[in-house]
């Protein structure tokens, strides 16, 4: 049987040496550093052993402001995209006028790339910017601020910002489970006497298991590693109020602590698997 394949594995044997060379290698070699003194002041390479993860956890630095920032940007913007994508998913799960269109319009911000939107949203966010006219002129001078530039105000403008950028990826994922889910289940509860939330709570929430471990999955693997929106729209300020681990790992390879910007990387990762995989494990058996 599988000697009638039309496809030959030598087929694949291309791809994987292009994916060894310029993925698998560089992620090695990047883990190998992160236990050494490498930097641009240093000529020679020596093996420090964990001195470089002990760094970024030394209260001292300001490495776990960014890895707490990084988490809270996490969960915020995941709880976000999930709720509002779900709230549009369930809206435009039926038919009316101009359907097609809405969902393309909330869809796009997805497709913009992250500069063009830090750059649209400074503008909006800005001391004089469109948001601070627009509050004023409803009598709400009273809370208007530099949204970016305030150190209150900086992580959540920024949070809101990708939560507004991502939430159509999410809706269309809902989307496609929600279509998944057959009319005849709905029918039966309906003529059982089941209520709305009923049906969403015994029927839609079931089914849709897998869109949210898909959603839940994509958005912890895209928080935990965010950094063009928070650098095209803070740069990590003001002070360090937004940094993040990926946007210390730019400075400080900037500055040429090459091994512990492979630390910080190589943390992340770790992370980044850690809980992708847990979340595996604890929601993937729930769809069975």
């Known amino acids: 049987m599988y000697k009638k394949k039309i496809y030959k594995t030598r087929f694949l044997m291309p791809a994987l040496i292009i994916y060894f060379i310029f993925f698998l290698v560089p992620v090695i070699a990047g883990i190998g550093y992160s236990f050494t003194n490498w930097n641009s002041m240093r000529p020679e390479i020596k093996f420090v ?161 897998p869109s949210i471990t898909i959603n839940l999955i994509l958005n912890t693997i895209h928080g935990l590693k965010v950094f063009d929106i928070v650098m095209s729209l803070t740069n990590g300020g003001p002070g360090n109020t937004t940094q993040v681990i990926n946007t210390f790992v730019f400075k400080t390879y900037g500055m040429g602590a090459y091994g512990l910007s492979n630390a910080l990387s190589t943390f992340i990762c770790i992370v980044t698997m850690i809980i992708a995989l847990c979340t595996l494990k604890i929601i993937a058996p729930k769809e069975a």
Do not use: C
């Open 49 to 209: 052993g964990l001195r470089n993860y002990i760094e970024i956890f030394n209260p001292k630095n300001s490495y776990l402001l960014a890895i707490k920032n990084t988490f809270v940007f996490t969960v915020t913007s995941a709880i976000g995209k999930i709720g509002f994508g779900l709230l549009l998913a369930l809206f435009f799960n039926r038919k009316f006028p101009s359907q097609q269109l809405l969902r393309g319009i909330y869809f796009m911000p997805f497709a913009i790339s992250s500069l063009i939107i830090g750059i649209v949203f400074s503008s909006v966010l800005a001391p004089d910017g469109v948001l601070n006219a627009i509050l004023s002129s409803v009598g709400l001078e009273s809370i208007t601020r530099g949204w970016l530039t305030n150190k209150s105000s900086a992580l959540p403008s920024v949070i809101s910002v990708e939560i507004w950028k991502s939430i159509g990826l999410n809706m269309v994922i809902f989307l496609a489970g929600l279509q998944m889910i057959d009319r005849e289940y709905y029918e039966a509860a309906s003529l059982d006497g089941a209520g709305k939330w009923a049906l969403f709570r015994h029927i839609t929430a079931p089914f849709l298991l």
